[in-house]
């Protein structure tokens, strides 16, 4: 990507003043301005024509709004990192408006946010806010619907080449009545991350085949994943003189350790029912719908929060990273991922968010003499408890989210810079310093055909019909900062051998119930609102012909 330089700069108040009294010189300005800005953007699925009719209607759609500042807030990631440092920026010299972008961890953004939805006190003017809140955002009638706002009071502020249809996100922040909540800003998936160079090494594939049975590859199931775990960490056990493991995870007491496990692992593990994005009526965090409504977590009311293929899951994430792990990583957080992979002696790890990508490409432990990467991505390994058209992993979608009681003037201003950070003249962009794709066009096009290569099969992958595969948190999750909270508070006691995994998935899913119930009457005007089931006896759940899944025999776990 071309280095930042010196953006052409045009006073505000300079700019009002030629507008008043020489329009041939605000011309020349606008179009001084627009070229200067496309200088800074110079890889785009646009032509040069179509990029600079697209941001010269950036600058006549904010005419009435210049001068206006804004404050919006996104995580601590690099794409969001450029938003902020960058498009800003940009945006500002396009149309006048002053956008505070602050960057902050998830936990205190999920917080701001509940504070300003259910206080109705004004914090910022948009989010990036997950897609995983999508069940949060349609029941509670606090969130702007955007379709509707596009079609109405928004009409006229609404980019023409926005194309909604070129999104391949936006089928998970539109609600179940079709309505478009989230408008997605960044994009990754959780997928499966090896060592390419040690697995094509002849010496280890002749001792692999000899132990195990089969060829060194690809781990296509949880058993072949630990058996490769354990041949680099207990039979390699070094590679050049460094000691070498054969995973890689972390287990820090923090919120992310019950995003580790919420985000998708339980259907990795096979423990939601069959169907797409999250499986019906039961989904990826075990809790059971009837029509729209929740009716519980728990085994005894529905749920399969506590099946045992949820118990399963817990017990491999834990036995995976105290045996075959560098026992340092336990005490990590998701943040420290690549700089655990860059130190180059892991040979796979199964959960790995790709928004990592592009620090991993800058580590020269990880890379070959000619730049291209010495590790690949491929699709996450499943449990034998999973079934064909079951979801298979976690995508990340972090979307602009706004709040009815945003003042207008702020609201309009917001809704045009979001539109900018997502518009075909900066995408492509955005993809080379996140990895993060949202659109189809940048995915298909010849400059990112032509670079493919340096992201390992990143691209490969999102070109693949596989990847409707991997979604965020379903709709079955009424209020998702409510119930993600307690996902760490129960498995860190199991990651200190406080309780057993079994004890943990039990009062994790207990608690999510008692939560539902909560929920249900702290809102009560909440479309489809929490309703649980009364509980019953475990087995009789057990016996129905999906989730929960009833325990396989130990022969059949793989």
């Not at 450029?82 to 006048?96: H, P, R, S, V, W």
């Not at 706004?402 to 492509?428: G, M």
């Not at 993809?431 to 659109?439: E, Y």
Request: charged share 20%.
């Amino acid at each position: 990507m071309a280095p930042l330089t010196t953006v052409f700069t045009l006073n505000a108040a300079a700019l009002e003043h030629a507008l008043a009294n020489n329009t041939q010189v605000l011309s020349q300005h606008n179009a001084a301005l627009i070229e200067s800005v496309q200088r800074q953007l110079p890889h785009t699925s646009l032509d040069k024509n179509q990029q600079y009719e697209e941001l010269a209607w950036f600058v006549a759609a904010s005419k009435s709004l210049r001068g206006t500042s804004i404050r919006v807030v996104a995580e601590d990631l690099a794409v969001h990192r450029y938003e902020a440092d960058i498009l800003t920026k940009l945006f500002y010299e396009l149309t006048g408006i002053r956008v505070n972008f602050e960057i902050t961890e998830e936990d205190d953004l999920v917080k701001k946010l509940q504070v300003q939805m259910d206080m109705g006190l004004h914090i910022y003017d948009a989010y990036v806010n997950d897609a995983d809140f999508l069940g949060t955002h349609y029941r509670r009638g606090v969130t702007v619907p955007i379709s509707d706002y596009i079609s109405n009071q928004w009409k006229q502020y609404t980019l023409p080449t926005l194309d909604l249809a070129d999104f391949i996100g936006t089928k998970y922040t539109t609600s179940p009545s079709g309505v478009l909540y989230q408008l997605p800003s960044q994009q990754f998936a959780s997928l499966y991350w090896y060592r390419h160079d040690w697995f094509t090494r002849a010496e280890f594939k002749e001792k692999f085949i000899a132990k195990y049975g089969y060829p060194l590859g690809v781990a296509k199931d949880w058993q072949s994943y630990e058996d490769i775990a354990n041949f680099f960490t207990n039979d390699i056990k070094y590679i050049d003189s460094i000691k070498v493991w054969g995973h890689s995870d972390y287990g820090g007491a923090d919120p992310s350790v019950g995003w580790r496990i919420s985000d998708g692992w339980l259907s990795m593990a096979g423990a939601s029912d069959i169907g797409l994005p999250n499986g019906q009526p039961v989904d990826d965090w075990g809790i059971r719908v009837e029509g729209c409504q929740p009716v519980g977590a728990s085994v005894e009311r529905g749920g399969a929060l506590n099946s045992p293929a949820a118990i399963y899951s817990l017990k491999k994430y834990l036995s995976w990273l105290k045996l075959y792990a560098n026992p340092n990583t336990i005490k990590n957080s998701f943040k420290h991922t690549a700089i655990t992979l860059g130190q180059g002696d892991v040979a796979q790890q199964i959960f790995f968010y790709t928004a990592f990508v592009p620090e991993l490409m800058s580590r020269s432990k990880l890379t070959s003499p000619d730049g291209e990467p010495l590790w690949r991505l491929a699709p996450s390994p499943v449990s034998s408890y999973w079934k064909a058209g079951m979801k298979n992993g976690y995508q990340d979608i972090g979307a602009w989210t706004f709040l009815k009681n945003t003042p207008e003037e702020k609201l309009i201003s917001a809704w045009l810079f979001a539109q900018f950070t997502v518009s075909k003249s900066v995408t492509t962009e955005k993809f080379l310093v996140s990895g993060s794709f949202i659109r189809q066009t940048d995915i298909q096009s010849d400059f990112v055909t032509e670079n493919a290569p340096r992201f390992g099969g990143l691209v490969e992958f999102y070109r693949s019909k596989i990847s409707d595969l991997w979604t965020p948190t379903g709709t079955n999750v009424p209020e998702y900062a409510y119930l993600a909270s307690a996902w760490w508070q129960h498995i860190i006691p199991a990651l200190n051998n406080l309780v057993t995994p079994t004890e943990a998935m039990n009062n994790l899913a207990h608690e999510i119930d008692e939560r539902l119930i909560q929920i249900a009457e702290k809102y009560p005007n909440m479309e489809c609102p929490p309703k649980l089931n009364n509980i019953q006896k475990a087995e009789l759940w057990l016996k129905t012909d999906s989730a929960p899944w009833p325990k396989l025999p130990e022969q059949y776990i793989k």
